[in-house]
């Protein structure tokens, strides 16, 4: 692909802040994080609407990082590999997160549950999942509390996610997340 075949895409999908495709480290979210602040301020966006842009950067970016599952080319170690894109939806008023990466079929099992429980929320349920989860420690792991999903579905205005099968053992796992353009 050209460079302005690029360009042209990322021209008529509206104003992107960012777009990253590759191996993730916590350099990098950082770095990111730090690019998409100075983005937030440059474009005048409402301070919660940027907050909560900045946080679901995040939990999306460290739960590819933690929990891709394509093997590298020796098929031992993980490559924590991943795609996302933060932008500007100008025809529908709406800022986006969006990330796609290879998960193993066991583990989408399990994402699949979790998921389906907090679209089938409200923000006040959410907040009360999240609270309760937070005090229990009932979904804590190794990587973190377990408990992501929950509090980007409290920041977004709408989620939407989706596993498509690359072989018998892994698929990929999209997910975005909208926020409502706000106004101060």
């Known amino acids: 692909m050209q460079i302005s075949q690029l360009e042209t895409i990322l021209d008529d999908d509206g104003i992107i802040f960012l777009t990253y495709g590759g191996l993730l480290t916590q350099a990098l979210i950082v770095g990111m994080t730090e690019a998409l602040e100075k983005e937030s301020k440059t474009h005048d966006l409402n301070k919660k609407v940027a907050h909560n842009l900045l946080t679901i950067f995040i939990e999306l970016s460290q739960n590819m990082m933690n929990y891709s599952k394509k093997s590298n080319m020796s098929g031992n170690a993980i490559d924590s590999k991943g795609l996302i894109i933060v932008g500007l939806d100008k025809d529908a008023n709406e800022y986006y997160v969006f990330s796609r990466n290879i998960v ?81």
């Open 104 to 184: 193993n079929i066991n583990d989408s099992e399990k994402i699949i549950p979790k998921i389906k429980q907090v679209l089938s929320l409200d923000k006040a349920a959410l907040k009360l999942l999240y609270r309760e989860l937070r005090k229990s420690g009932r979904e804590k792991h190794e990587k973190g509390a377990g408990i992501g999903f929950v509090e980007i579905a409290k920041r977004c205005d709408s989620m939407e996610c989706d596993f498509t099968d690359i072989n018998d053992e892994t698929q990929y796992f999209s997910l975005k997340a909208t926020i409502h353009n706000v106004k101060d």
